[in-house]
């Protein structure tokens, strides 16, 4: 999953569990500039994975914006959902190779310094 499907996906996440989020609050949940929410929301909508819901209130005075992923949006959101988990997993495996490395490496040097003794000077029998 490259950056750009990365970010979409986290919007698009971001979105399907409240629809009424503000690209502030969005911007600051994704730790993205609130020009850059406002641009990214304007290519899910142009790629019509999103549709903008408006809803006025008196004297036609724009109150709130409700995002709603189009069924190509939530289609979209799956196949992304698949491609994050299968690159969290393969990361969750390489650090645990690692950590279980580390730890053999730790072993081993325990064991050295109680065989050679304190600071590894060697046994003085």
Known sequence: MNAENEVHF???RAI???????????????GIS???AHYLIAALVDKGLLKIGHFS????KLAKVVYLLTPEGI???????REYL??????YEALHREIEALKRI???ECDFESESGPAGRGSTS
């Open 57 to 60: 209130r008196h004297g036609g």
């Open 86 to 91: 299968a690159r969290k997993e393969t990361e």
């Open 75 to 81: 289609r979209n959101r799956v196949e992304l959902t």
């Open 10 to 12: 986290r919007i698009l």
């Open 106 to 108: 730790e072993q081993r």
């Open 34 to 36: 609130k020009g850059k």
């Open 16 to 30: 399907e569990l409240n629809p009424e989020i503000s690209q502030r609050a969005l911007s600051s949940q994704l």
